[in-house]
């Protein structure tokens, strides 16, 4: 499951084996995904396509949900927030909206940048920032543990992102 611009929960595979891609499609997401900020022309040209093919191609792969849009990333140390650190949270699943109150609770949590949903012992993990060790134990205590339905809760310190790339081998 993913999350829409509005928060609404969307599956994270509408169409999964239902859209096949050729070598064209291949050539022309490679070249999007090195570069989204490229202009039109400069990416038919390196995908080997007209514009005019370029953009038909496009239009076809969004109206296909194959690409949901061009993001801005944001490195939040440069405005200083030093301290990202990944929460497994469990959750007391006798109560009947566990997830459902936990979920639309944490959402709330500006520092919270990402929220994913497990089967297994981790129930959910939750992407948190903060500016330092203090700003993160405040974070913790007053909106973190405050959340609805936690049983358990593991944090792991992020050290250093050594992978961080979203492309596709295509």
């Given at each position: 499951?993913?999350?829409?611009?509005?928060?609404?929960?969307i599956?994270?595979?509408?169409?999964?084996?239902?859209?096949?891609?050729?070598?064209?499609?291949?050539?022309?997401?490679?070249?999007?995904?090195?570069?989204?900020?490229?202009?039109?022309?400069?990416?038919?040209?390196?995908?080997?396509?007209?514009?005019?093919?370029?953009?038909?191609?496009?239009?076809?792969?969004?109206?296909?949900?194959?690409l949901?849009?061009?993001?801005?990333?944001?490195?939040w140390?440069?405005l200083?927030?030093?301290?990202?650190?990944?929460?497994?949270?469990t959750?007391?699943?006798?109560?009947?909206?566990?997830f459902d109150?936990?979920?639309?609770?944490?959402?709330?949590?500006p520092e919270?940048?990402?929220?994913?949903?497990?089967?297994?012992?981790?129930?959910?993990?939750?992407?948190?920032?903060?500016?330092d060790?203090?700003?993160?134990?405040?974070?913790?205590?007053?909106?973190?543990l405050?959340?609805?339905?936690?049983?358990?809760i593991?944090?792991?310190?992020?050290?250093?992102r050594?992978?961080?790339q979203?492309a596709?081998?295509?």
């Amino acid at each position: 499951m993913d999350l829409s611009n509005d928060g609404e929960i969307i599956p994270s595979c509408e169409n999964c084996g239902e859209f096949m891609l050729d070598d064209t499609d291949r050539r022309i997401l490679r070249q999007f995904q090195a570069d989204p900020e490229a202009s039109t022309a400069d990416l038919a040209d390196r995908a080997g396509v007209t514009p005019t093919t370029l953009s038909r191609r496009l239009d076809r792969l969004r109206a296909a949900g194959v690409l949901r849009g061009v993001r801005g990333q944001i490195h939040w140390p440069a405005l200083g927030y030093a301290v990202e650190v990944s929460l497994r949270v469990t959750l007391d699943k006798t109560a009947p909206r566990a997830f459902d109150d936990f979920i639309e609770a944490a959402r709330e949590v500006p520092e919270v940048l990402e929220i994913q949903t497990f089967l297994g012992q981790v129930d959910v993990r939750l992407s948190v920032i903060a500016r330092d060790m203090g700003h993160y134990q405040q974070l913790y205590r007053e909106n973190i543990l405050t959340l609805p339905h936690i049983a358990d809760i593991e944090a792991l310190m992020h050290v250093a992102r050594l992978k961080g790339q979203e492309a596709l081998p295509l």
